[in-house]
């Protein structure tokens, strides 16, 4: 062959994922590699009969073992690339509605960018590199985030553990705009407005880049169910901080019970309530297991009227789908009854590996075996800014749903 340079050569009948333009490549799937490619060098997929499928980001130490930039066989990889890519995923947000200063810029492999994710927090920059593509180009992505938003600050949150899976050290701090000389860093901590509301968050020390962004549209939905159905006791598990409280707040319930078992992440959740004017006497902070507060509640024969169920990723990977239903199922279960009829519950799951009918089929059974009849009223999704492709199904994470206990039982 005319070309020189690293190729991954594929074993035969492997190429068919990346025929249908899904960005991974499995390291079971690779025959051989030509060339001494290092961490994050651009390779050449090549088919077993020799074929081009793809220019890809190669991972030395991971499963997935390279990461497709193009599959156009013309196209080169470099910085004028790469600043395309992020110039189209900024602009893509303007299609979308967001009412908010809070947004997700970059969503990785959904914006040809795998690897990355990058949020916008009022003037700052947030960003996670965890593949080795993009962390070889890490310069080149900082550089161009700065020009295509016309921000000066980037700061970087690379402390996520999968990138321990492509063989990366943590790294975090300011990329761009961080203290020069005697001027003091920026700051860290951030007040978004989202809705009508404003949030305070700390990008250097809360969770992912600072920001539960991906449930904006749904704490929405939340505080106008509210309002619609006067809800007057909501209890908020997983609250973090407090999105979903404010939000139950600001459409009008009385008492809100907030849940957590992050010390810190509770405290913000209170000035979270207070930065919106609301009476902190209108609520009750738990730093405690939701597991064993349900059971508690139940117990103490407390009720209602709206709970919502927002916990953390139980099930990262298929492989973990079975021991994360049981899990899953448990706290909906205790959830259903303790709702008052009529009450309802928004739960949700972020686990990439319970699939949206998985989670449907688990959410059934817990009311199967609570003795809860439901309706689902609504199917909750992330937000717009962490689109899905059509040829990334690993893209959708998020899944909601909203169930209204119904008001009386009838045996049939
Ligand atoms: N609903 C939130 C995001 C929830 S993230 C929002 O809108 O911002 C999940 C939260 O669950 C985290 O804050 C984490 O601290 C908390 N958590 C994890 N395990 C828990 C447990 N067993 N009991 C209580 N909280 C838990």
Redesign the pocket.
């Known amino acids: 062959m005319a070309d020189a340079g690293p190729a991954l050569h594929l074993k035969p009948g492997k190429e068919k994922s990346l025929l249908r333009r899904h960005p991974w490549l499995f390291a079971a799937a690779v025959a051989r590699v030509s060339g001494v490619p290092a961490s994050g060098d651009t390779v050449r997929v090549l088919g077993a009969d020799g074929r081009f499928l793809a220019w890809a980001a190669y991972s030395p130490q991971s499963a997935i073992r390279a990461r497709a930039w193009s599959f156009d066989e013309a196209q080169r990889i470099d910085a004028a690339f790469l600043s395309t890519l992020i110039g189209r995923a900024i602009r893509t947000r303007a299609c979308f509605d967001i009412q908010s200063d809070g947004l997700r810029l970059i969503h990785g492999e959904s914006d040809g960018l795998p690897g990355l994710s990058v949020d916008r927090y009022a003037d700052t920059l947030v960003a996670q590199f965890t593949s080795c593509g993009v962390e070889r180009w890490k310069d080149v992505i900082a550089d161009a985030l700065l020009l295509e938003t016309g921000l000066t600050r980037l700061y970087e949150r690379s402390d996520a553990s999968v990138r321990g899976l492509e063989g990366l050290p943590e790294a975090t701090g300011w990329l761009r705009g961080g203290p020069a000389g005697d001027a003091p860093a920026p700051p860290t901590e951030i007040i978004i407005r989202e809705h009508d509301w404003r949030l305070t968050l700390d990008i250097a020390t809360g ?1 992912k880049t600072g ?2 962004l991906d ?1 904006r549209d749904s ?1 929405q939905r939340f505080a106008i169910h509210t309002r619609h159905r006067k809800f007057q006791r909501v209890l ?9 409280t404010v939000a139950a707040l600001a459409g009008g319930a009385a008492h809100v019970t907030s ?4 010390g810190p ?1 509770l405290e913000r959740a209170r000035t979270n309530v207070a930065l919106n004017g609301f009476d902190v006497a209108r609520t009750t902070f738990l730093d ?4 064993a507060s349900l059971r508690a509640f139940i117990e103490g024969g407390q009720t209602f009227d709206a709970i ?1 169920l ?3 990723k139980f099930a990262p990977t298929a492989a973990h789908a079975d021991r994360a239903a049981r899990a899953y199922k448990d706290i909906n279960r205790l959830a259903l009854k303790l709702l008052v009829p009529g009450g309802e519950l928004f739960t949700y799951s972020c686990s990439g590996g319970i699939s949206a009918d998985l989670f449907h089929k688990i959410v059934a059974s817990a009311g199967m075996d609570a003795g809860v009849e439901g309706c689902i009223s609504e199917r909750l999704q992330g937000a717009p800014d962490h689109p899905m492709t059509l040829h990334f199904p690993e893209g959708e994470y998020l899944k909601g749903l909203v169930v209204v206990k119904k008001p009386e039982s009838v045996n049939y």
Do not use: L
């Open positions: 969770h920001f539960y449930q704490r908020n598990c997983f609250c973090y901080t407090g999105g979903f849940i957590d078992s992050s992440a405690a297991d939701v597991n919502i927002d916990p953390p």
